[in-house]
Protein backbone atom coordinates (compact mmCIF):
# COMPACT_ATOMS: atom_id res chain seq x y z
CA UNK A 1 0.00 0.00 0.00
CA UNK A 2 2.99 2.00 0.55
CA UNK A 3 4.57 1.38 -2.97
CA UNK A 4 1.35 2.31 -4.43
CA UNK A 5 1.01 5.97 -2.06
CA UNK A 6 4.42 6.58 -3.31
CA UNK A 7 3.95 5.93 -6.94
CA UNK A 8 0.89 8.24 -6.50
CA UNK A 9 2.65 10.98 -5.43
CA UNK A 10 5.73 10.72 -8.09
CA UNK A 11 2.66 10.56 -10.47
CA UNK A 12 1.31 13.89 -9.73
CA UNK A 13 4.58 15.20 -9.47
CA UNK A 14 5.39 14.54 -13.57
CA UNK A 15 1.49 15.30 -13.99
CA UNK A 16 2.74 18.80 -12.46
CA UNK A 17 6.49 19.05 -14.19
CA UNK A 18 4.94 17.87 -17.53
CA UNK A 19 1.77 20.53 -17.41
CA UNK A 20 4.50 23.34 -16.32
CA UNK A 21 2.52 23.94 -13.00
CA UNK A 22 4.01 25.79 -10.22
CA UNK A 23 5.73 23.22 -7.43
CA UNK A 24 7.00 25.11 -4.58
CA UNK A 25 10.59 23.35 -4.30
CA UNK A 26 11.18 23.84 -0.54
CA UNK A 27 8.11 21.14 0.12
CA UNK A 28 8.58 19.20 -2.61
CA UNK A 29 12.23 18.16 -2.99
CA UNK A 30 12.29 17.19 0.53
CA UNK A 31 9.48 14.86 0.23
CA UNK A 32 10.67 13.39 -2.98
CA UNK A 33 13.55 12.59 -1.14
CA UNK A 34 11.86 10.93 1.67
CA UNK A 35 9.66 8.98 -0.67
CA UNK A 36 12.63 7.50 -2.57
CA UNK A 37 14.27 5.93 0.61
CA UNK A 38 10.99 5.22 1.66
CA UNK A 39 10.26 3.11 -0.96
CA UNK A 40 13.53 1.99 -1.25
CA UNK A 41 13.48 -0.02 1.67
CA UNK A 42 9.79 -1.33 1.45
CA UNK A 43 10.68 -2.36 -1.93
CA UNK A 44 13.64 -4.71 -0.17
CA UNK A 45 11.46 -5.57 2.67
CA UNK A 46 8.72 -6.47 -0.02
CA UNK A 47 10.58 -8.54 -2.77
CA UNK A 48 13.61 -10.75 -2.72
CA UNK A 49 16.22 -8.85 -4.02
CA UNK A 50 19.28 -8.86 -2.11
CA UNK A 51 21.33 -5.23 -2.68
CA UNK A 52 23.39 -5.13 -0.04
CA UNK A 53 23.27 -1.23 0.23
CA UNK A 54 20.09 -0.71 -0.46
CA UNK A 55 19.43 0.28 2.87
CA UNK A 56 22.92 2.42 3.22
CA UNK A 57 21.27 4.23 0.05
CA UNK A 58 18.11 4.96 1.49
CA UNK A 59 19.93 5.76 4.93
CA UNK A 60 21.68 8.45 2.26
CA UNK A 61 18.40 9.70 1.39
CA UNK A 62 17.14 10.03 4.88
CA UNK A 63 19.70 11.83 5.33
CA UNK A 64 19.98 14.35 3.00
CA UNK A 65 16.21 15.20 2.74
CA UNK A 66 17.02 16.06 6.69
CA UNK A 67 19.44 18.60 5.37
CA UNK A 68 17.88 19.96 2.20
CA UNK A 69 14.96 20.46 4.45
CA UNK A 70 17.14 22.78 7.02
CA UNK A 71 18.44 24.37 4.23
CA UNK A 72 15.13 25.05 2.53
CA UNK A 73 13.57 26.11 6.23
CA UNK A 74 16.24 28.60 6.50
CA UNK A 75 15.29 30.39 2.94
CA UNK A 76 11.95 30.29 4.01
CA UNK A 77 12.62 32.28 7.44
CA UNK A 78 15.00 34.71 5.01
CA UNK A 79 12.13 35.08 2.71
CA UNK A 80 9.86 35.83 4.96
CA UNK A 81 11.97 38.31 7.16
CA UNK A 82 12.97 40.27 4.00
CA UNK A 83 8.79 40.49 3.08
CA UNK A 84 8.34 41.79 6.63
CA UNK A 85 10.70 44.30 6.38
CA UNK A 86 9.58 45.57 2.79
CA UNK A 87 6.56 45.48 4.18
CA UNK A 88 7.19 47.94 7.27
CA UNK A 89 9.53 49.62 4.76
CA UNK A 90 6.66 50.37 2.74
CA UNK A 91 4.36 51.19 5.43
CA UNK A 92 7.10 53.96 6.96
CA UNK A 93 7.03 55.49 3.50
CA UNK A 94 3.18 56.01 3.64
CA UNK A 95 2.89 57.30 6.97
CA UNK A 96 5.80 59.50 5.89
CA UNK A 97 3.66 60.67 2.64
CA UNK A 98 0.70 61.00 4.67
CA UNK A 99 2.12 63.23 7.26
CA UNK A 100 3.60 65.24 4.06
CA UNK A 101 0.13 65.64 2.24
CA UNK A 102 -1.24 66.74 5.82
Given amino acids: MSLLCA ?3 F ?4 YFVFKKLEV ?3 YLIP ?13 RVLTTL ?6 ALAFLMFVAEIFVFIIFLGAIVRQTERKK ?4 LNL ?3 LDQIRRLQ
Avoid: A, P, R
Fill in 31 to 43: LLLGLVSNSLIIF
Fill in 50 to 55: SFNGIF
Fill in 7 to 9: SFI
Fill in 11 to 14: ICFG
Fill in 24 to 26: QKY
Fill in 85 to 88: YEME
Fill in 92 to 94: LKE
